[in-house]
Structures are given as structure tokens and as C-alpha cells.
């Protein structure tokens, strides 16, 4: 049974973490996602390519749901890669709105992903 919650809480934070690959699309989803205009071309340039980079992390993520062996390195790239974000914003002194729901989710990401770990060292 624990694995199965496992399982569910990888696909979630996997789709939290995939959620913002629509951004390699182009400008006006990055603007829906973050709230902010990409109006430099070298800006939305790195920024597609974090939409890239976090939708690699999300999909690793919902593999590892299924792919017991593959769990421990998805803790850590889960981690990593939710904190990091909230550790980022937290260091800003005014983070917008749309940077501080985003922090918001990653945290909850990563109360969900510790729930997951716990569980996974309860099993081994």
C-alpha cells in the first residue's frame, strides 16, 4: 500500500514540476505562468530552456513513480530542484506574486515528496 502512495506522490510533484514546460513554447506562456514579459531575446531564451529543464526533472519524476530503483535519485532531484527555487525566492526582498505562488507550490511540493521519503525508508 505504501508504495502506491509513493507512486501518487511522485506522479504529483512530477506534474507540479512539469507544469511550467508549456513555457518553451514561447513568450505569452511564460507570461501566464510567471506574470512577467519576456520582451529580451536572451531572456527567453533561458527561460524556454528552464521550461525544458523542468519538464525533463517532472518526467524523471513520473518515471520514477513506477521505477522503484530510480526513487532515491528522484528524492533528490525533487528536492533540489523545489527547494532550490523556494531558497531563491525567499533571498529576494519583494519576490512578485506570481514568484511567491510558485515558491508556494514547490514547498508543498516538497512536504509531499518528505511524506514519500518517509514512507520509503518506513518500507526499507
Same mark, same amino acid.
Do not use: C
Given at each position: ?12 510533484v512530477g506534474l507540479l514540476n512539469a507544469y511550467p514546460a508549456v513555457g518553451?513554447? #514561447?513568450?505569452k506562456q511564460l507570461r501566464g505562468l510567471? #506574470?512577467?514579459?519576456?520582451?529580451? %531575446?536572451? @531572456? ?10 523542468? #519538464?525533463? !526533472? #517532472?518526467?524523471? @519524476? ?7 530503483? /530510480?526513487? *532515491? ?9 523545489? @527547494?532550490?527555487? !523556494?531558497?531563491?525566492?525567499? /533571498?529576494?526582498?519583494? *519576490? ?6 510558485? =515558491?508556494? =507550490?514547490?514547498? %508543498? ?7 514519500? /521519503?518517509?514512507?520509503?525508508? @518506513?518500507? =526499507?
Amino acid at each position: 500500500m505504501s508504495q502506491i502512495v509513493i507512486g501518487v506522490i511522485f506522479v504529483l510533484v512530477g506534474l507540479l514540476n512539469a507544469y511550467p514546460a508549456v513555457g518553451m513554447l #514561447g513568450a505569452k506562456q511564460l507570461r501566464g505562468l510567471y #506574470g512577467l514579459t519576456f520582451t529580451d %531575446a536572451n @531572456l527567453l531564451t533561458l527561460m524556454q530552456h528552464r521550461a525544458v529543464m523542468l #519538464g525533463l !526533472v #517532472g518526467l524523471f @519524476l513520473i518515471v520514477a513513480a513506477f521505477r522503484r530503483e /530510480l526513487q *532515491p535519485a528522484g528524492f533528490v532531484l525533487g528536492f533540489a530542484s523545489m @527547494l532550490s527555487f !523556494v531558497a531563491f525566492a525567499r /533571498l529576494q526582498d519583494d *519576490p512578485s506574486r506570481w514568484i511567491s505562488k510558485v =515558491a508556494t =507550490a514547490d514547498v %508543498a511540493g516538497s512536504a509531499l515528496l518528505l511524506v514519500a /521519503l518517509v514512507l520509503y525508508w @518506513l518500507r =526499507a
